[in-house]
Every structure is written in structure tokens, then in C-alpha cells.
């Protein structure tokens, strides 16, 4: 799938050559980035009424360049391998990606609509996902967006979205004040258990936005709390217990701040009886029930989760296309020099096969 | 310092044998542990106040037992460890501790009340840390506190309390909505760094408490991110390049989540503007400025923490005596395989003789 290399070198533009030898040594491997953002360019009478009603769209401001505009306000600038389609299989040549998960840039889930608006937009979004991706449908398949504020809603979703071709879903983290814990969401993640569909959680909403006002700290220390909150909010509720083994859950950005923590909560279930108190098992227990993305930009961090999560429940993913995200993608795990071939093929592509179910 | 073995066996009560095999392994090692709390006592007139006016105090309730009481509602069950400085020596000769580092118990802060009171509250409980220390005065070393919602104030108890012989100063991570790179608290520091008072800087009032209602959630999530915040808020802002390289200044529990995410913050400073705006060099390059204790409860987190910050920057830290901290103190560190004998030495007491200009 790995371009020539004289043509990568164009198209990379200005990369140094460490990269295109890494993506030569990586020809043999197979290649699956399982987190990463879209948003659909939307027709015209779309992005007139988004402007109006405060909804998220695409402004193209022209030469490949553009906004994410909530309403009438710029929410973060963007280039077109956002929304279209056939720029992203360019980027996915120069990049050596076989096969890109694609999924909706948090600020499309609508979360805080009413109900019913929330799921024309996610069925709209749906359907323009697949589309999208039928642009190269080998190249890029799609985890659906549900309108998760109200459950029966997003339980016919995932199930008309799994029906039309999406491989799962995605939802952010929380629904307000309700964690992953909640009787709403646990009912709606053993429904995906059921229909088949693979789970992504991403954090979204971020905790203590007001504590974090400049240099995007919300993503830096906001995210990965919201993470680590939502898997312990799994764990230490016991819901592991009570949810199906089936379900296949994935929690981006390295499974945020939960691995290099795991220690501390360890410590606190053994000695703290609230800590404890409707979790069975130690929590260390727990890591062979969910996957995390490998997004953590860091080999000894990198190292860290694999030994805490074990190789076959960390995933390549990249958030690509934004810049939090991985630029030369995979190029952590190829260029890790602990790691045996073996594990690398897991992270990039056999594991995510088991997730997705491919 | 560590008893003989005899003894360490009944002391422990029922702890296993290896611990006394590690502590007898340490014997040529001294061991300081330079986090722990400590709440005094204090007279009747003290205790009947605070239960009327929501001071924080301690309830004895016998047997050794007692509670953190602020005013007449149960903050935490303890045990006169906590209060007792002869109970506290013979926890220290159990667990084969040469000095201990003792500071208050951050309910005991009183940033919320006027700044007045919290200053008279700081002199009482600074000096009776002083008298608690007195009883063995080679064991036992103390950290102030201090009126941090008014500088000044919070400047001339610091330098009240290295005059009367604390080793330097514990503060909570923030005021309200002022991170570390506020000017006043920067001036704090700079002050700190004139009177040569060390700083340890502990988290406290923790974010999105209202998302967290169970499972010590707010220590479990909200502190590590807390300590994170208050990192990167002196690397991001370039407070670091303004205050003086003579501050020593120490952050709890590992520092949070920082080591683990630090990746995510370089990859972010690397490719978004508003990251890198004010922090002129790679977030990275600055962890030569601080130190992190070493509770972190897991031999991976401790040597992905020794690998960021460097083997000079990290120091025993127990969070002694409460149950989320290090029950066997010491024995992560004596115990890592990974570890030389002169990289334990340096993290058991070098580092912190450093850090405490001992």
C-alpha cells in the first residue's frame, strides 16, 4: 500500500527521510489506524442553516485550508484531508496506512440537542460517513455517531448504522453528570455487545474547562482525566461484571492518564473500603476487558502501556488528521525499539482486527 | 535506625517477612521520606472552637482511633499516627525510616477562610508542627503552611516559619481559579527561593468533584490531574524561565499524571501554536527545574517516572500515614529490579537532601 518512495518523498513534503525508511521497513506490515476524525463538507442549504442554529460545519476558506465553525464562530482551523475524501487517500498513500478508521470530530455528536434533532443529525452523519468512505472502501471504513442523551434513540442508531455498513461506534465519554457507570450507557454498550458493534470512546465535554484557559490544557490534562475517569468508572462500579465479555470497547488517547495511574487506584482499592466497595477484583484485574489507542507520542510511555495493558490490547491510532495528533502516523510503535516484529504487527493491525472484527 | 528483626516482626503486626528482608537490606541506605502529614492534636479550647466555626480538627474516639472532623461533620477516619508524635516514632523505627518530612494535612490549608484567620491558623499549626518534630528532632522535620489567598501574609509566615526552623513550605496547587503561573503565587515562589525554603506543592480542591460522587474518585482522578495542571502551567506559561533556578520546588504523588502524558504535551507544542505561545523551549527540556516524589504504587510507573525526570528528580515520598499512601514506605523503590544500588540511594535520600538542603 506504501507509496514509491521517490513519489512519497514529494508528497511528504519536506519530512526527513527517517520517516520514508520507516515506512519502507513497514511495507510487509499490514497497517490499521483506528482513530481518526472526519467531518462531511455538508451541502449548502446544510451549512446556511448550521450558521443560523449554532450547528457545527466546514467553512472552506480555500487552498486546502478551512475552519470547523460552530454556528457563526471559528472553533479551530482544519484542512481539507478533514472532508475530503479523496485527500485523505493521499494522505493515507503518503503515510503508508492501509486501512483508516474514520469517525466524527467530537463536536458533531449534538449531545446537548434536543433528542430527536440529535438523531437526524447523527443519521445524516452516518450516512455521510459511509459515503465518504465509499470513496475508497477498502481504504476507509466508519464508527457511527448516536444520539447517546437519550438510549432507546441510540440503541436503533447503532443498529441501523451497523445495518448500513458502519463497523461500531463511537460516543464520548460522559453524558453530563452521568459517567460511563450509568444504567442508561451500560445498557446502550450491551447493545452494542450485541449487534456486534465495536466501541471507541472519546473524551469529550472536558472537566474544569474554566481551570484551563489558555494553551489547550482541556486537551492536555482535561482529556486524559476524563478517560481514566470513564474506565475507572467501569471498573471500580463493578459494571466489567455485569456487562457481556463480548463487547468490544476501545478507549482512546493511550486509555488517557488510567495506565500510569493504575498503580495508585490499586493501592487505594486494597486499603480504602469505599474504593473497594462494589469492585470485586483488583482493578489491575480488568485490563484484558477493553482496548486503548497507542496515541501517547512517547516510547517509554509506549512501553508502559503495552507492559500494563498487555500487547494485545494496544492499538495503533492516531487522531489524525488534527495536530494533537500523531503526524507521521505509526511511526511511534515502528520505531520502537523494544518492541519485536511480532508486537508490532499486533499494535498496527492484528489487534485492531479483533476490535473491529475484521 | 531500622529495629532488629525480632522486633520489626511484632511491630509490623502481621506484615510479611519480606519487608523485613528489605528493610535489612536498607539498613547501610539511609531513608528519608520527605511526604507525609501530620495534624496536631491540639488543646480543648482549639477543638471546642472548631467544631462550632467548621474548623478542621481531630476527634479521638480511643484505641488509637479517631476522626478528621471539619467542625462537627467526619472528613476521614485516622489513627493517632496522625497526631501522636511518640505513635509516629514508632511507625518510623517499624518501617525503618531515619527522617520523615511531616506537613499538614491540606484540610488544615484554610485558603477558603479570611486571610487573617488563616494566617493566625498557619502560626499555631506551624509552631505545633515544630513541637510535634521536637519530639525526636533527628526523625522528624517539618514543612509550614501558609496563608496562600494573601502573599504577603503567605511571604512573611514562610520566612517566620525557616526562622523558627521549618525546612520550607507545603502549598495546595492552585487558589480558586489561579493556576501556579498566577503573578502572586510566582512571587510566593520567587520569595520561597530567596529565603531557601524547599516547596512542596500538593494538590487540594479538586476539579469536577460534582462528576466524581464515589470511590475516592476525586484522589483517584482529579489529584493526578490537579498536579499535572500545575506543572504544565509553569512549563506552558515560561514562568520557569522567570523564576530562579535556585527554587526547589516538589510536586506530590509522582507528579500526577505528568511523566505519562508528557509526550502528548511535546507533540502538541511541537505542532499548535496556541501550545507553544508562551513556553519558548520543548516542555520537555524543563523537568531539570523540579521534583517528583516517588508515589506511585507500581514498579512500571516508578521507572517510566525515573526515565523522564531523571534519577536526580525523583525523592521518596510515602503520603504516610493515610491509606492511599505508601503502606510499606520505601518498599517500591528497594524492591525494583530495575533499579542500581546507587539509583536507590539517590531516590531513598540523596534527592532529598538536595531538595532539602540537609
Known amino acids: 500500500m506504501a507509496p514509491a518512495p521517490e513519489l512519497a518523498v514529494g508528497m511528504m513534503d519536506g519530512r526527513d527521510a ?20 472526519f467531518f462531511p463538507a455538508m451541502d449548502a442549504a446544510y451549512r446556511a442553516r448550521a450558521e443560523v442554529e449554532g450547528l457545527p460545519w466546514i467553512r472552506d476558506t480555500g487552498g486546502g485550508k478551512g475552519f470547523i465553525m460552530q454556528g457563526g464562530t471559528e472553533f479551530r482551523p482544519v484542512d481539507d484531508v478533514l472532508w475530503d475524501p479523496a485527500r485523505r487517500v493521499e494522505a493515507l498513500d503518503a503515510q503508508g496506512i492501509d486501512l483508516q478508521i474514520l469517525c466524527a470530530t467530537p463536536i458533531m455528536f449534538g449531545y446537548g440537542r434536543p ?28 464508527l457511527a455517531q448516536v444520539p447517546l442523551q437519550d438510549i432507546d434513540m441510540a440503541c436503533a442508531e447503532v443498529s441501523r ?85 463480548s463487547l468490544r470497547i476501545c478507549f482512546g488517547h493511550g486509555g488517557g492518564s488510567f495506565a500510569f495511574l493504575l498503580g495508585r487506584v490499586e493501592n487505594a482499592w486494597k486499603y480504602r473500603d469505599i474504593v473497594r466497595a462494589d469492585c470485586p477484583r483488583p482493578p489491575s484485574t480488568y485490563v484484558d476487558r477493553f482496548f486503548v489507542d497507542s496515541a501517547v507520542f512517547d516510547p ?49 493491525s492484528g489487534n485492531a482486527k479483533a476490535f473491529l472484527n475484521l
Open 115 to 142: 433528542a430527536a434533532e440529535a438523531r437526524d443529525l447523527a443519521q445524516r452523519f452516518n450516512d455521510e460517513a459511509l459515503a465518504f468512505c465509499g470513496y475508497a472502501p477498502h481504504r476507509m471504513k466508519a
Open 300 to 348: 517509554r510511555a509506549l512501553s508502559l502501556l503495552i507492559d500494563v495493558m498487555g500487547e494485545d490490547r494496544v492499538l495503533l491510532g492516531s487522531d489524525h488528521p488534527f495536530p494533537l495528533g500523531e503526524q507521521d502516523i505509526g511511526s511511534l510503535v515502528l520505531g520502537h525499539e523494544g518492541l519485536s516484529g511480532a508486537q508490532k504487527a499486533k499494535i498496527l
Open 161 to 245: 448504522a451497523m445495518a448500513t455498513g458502519h463497523l461500531g461506534v463511537q460516543i464520548g465519554n460522559h453524558m453530563g453528570m452521568r459517567n460511563l457507570d450509568d444504567e442508561g450507557l451500560l445498557t446502550f454498550l450491551a447493545h452494542c455487545a450485541e449487534v456486534g458493534a465495536a466501541v471507541l470512546i472519546h473524551p469529550w465535554d472536558m472537566m474544569a474547562r474554566e481551570r484551563m484557559p489558555k494553551y489547550m490544557l482541556p486537551w492536555l490534562v482535561a482529556m486524559p482525566a476524563e478517560t481514566q475517569l470513564s474506565i475507572l468508572s467501569l471498573i471500580l462500579s463493578g459494571a466489567f461484571e455485569r456487562l457481556p465479555k
Open 18 to 37: 527517517t520517516k520514508v525508511m520507516t515506512i519502507e521497513a513497514s511495507k510487509n506490515m499490514a497497517v490499521i489506524d483506528m482513530h481518526s476524525h
